[in-house]
């Protein structure tokens, strides 16, 4: 039979290596495309994408000049504010963040305020101005402000007892959303 009609088992073979095309034409279309209309969850940006990794720990100096780091307060909570004299929001949240202190003082509650970038004197200064009570310390090299991805300042960071990052806020947060967020931090033990 030369060139005369297909025979059966050609035709079988015709329809298999066509449907064999179809499919990997469809799987490959689905790989490519998948990207676009499958949603994956965004990676958190700013301070609150570190939450449940390790707080790093770096050696600063307080506006004393002592030398200070969050290894000290290991076992209790920390909540951990940077901030700039420059910076109005965070000159309106200081004495929030003063007053939370207080009425948290004995509980097992430490607030650190870090500045960034200013010298010892003038953030000491700024805070003396503002009757803060609560230890200050002097990153100068903005290594919080980079570790944290601070959008901005304020950037406030809660580390829990263990160490690990809880909460993290860009902005500047009000007295009622800071008891909010410690409140149940502190009930955990």
Do not use: H
Request: aromatic letters at 8%; hydrophobic letters at 45%; proline letters at 6%.
């Amino acid at each position: 039979m030369e060139g005369g009609a297909p025979t059966l088992q050609s035709s079988a073979t015709y329809r298999y290596i066509v449907w064999l095309i179809v499919l990997v034409a469809a799987a490959v279309t689905v790989l490519v495309l998948e990207p676009f209309f499958v949603s994956r969850p965004a990676k958190t940006a700013g301070p609150a994408g570190l939450v449940g990794q390790s707080a790093p720990v770096f050696e600063l100096r307080d506006d004393r000049g002592a030398s200070v780091s969050l290894a000290r307060y290991r076992g209790r909570l920390v909540v951990m504010n940077l901030w700039a004299s420059w910076c109005p929001p965070c000159r309106a949240e200081m004495p929030d963040l003063q007053r939370l202190a207080t009425l948290y003082a004995g509980r097992d509650l430490v607030i650190v305020g870090v500045n960034e970038g200013e010298s010892p004197q003038r953030a000491g200064a700024f805070a003396s101005s503002l009757r803060i009570r609560f230890p200050i310390w002097i990153d100068s090299g903005e290594q919080y402000g980079r570790t944290y991805a601070a959008l901005g300042l304020p950037t406030t960071i809660i580390v829990d007892r263990s160490g690990i990052v809880a909460r993290g806020f860009d902005g500047a947060l009000t007295f009622d959303q800071m008891r909010a967020a410690v409140g149940p931090l502190l009930a955990q033990r």
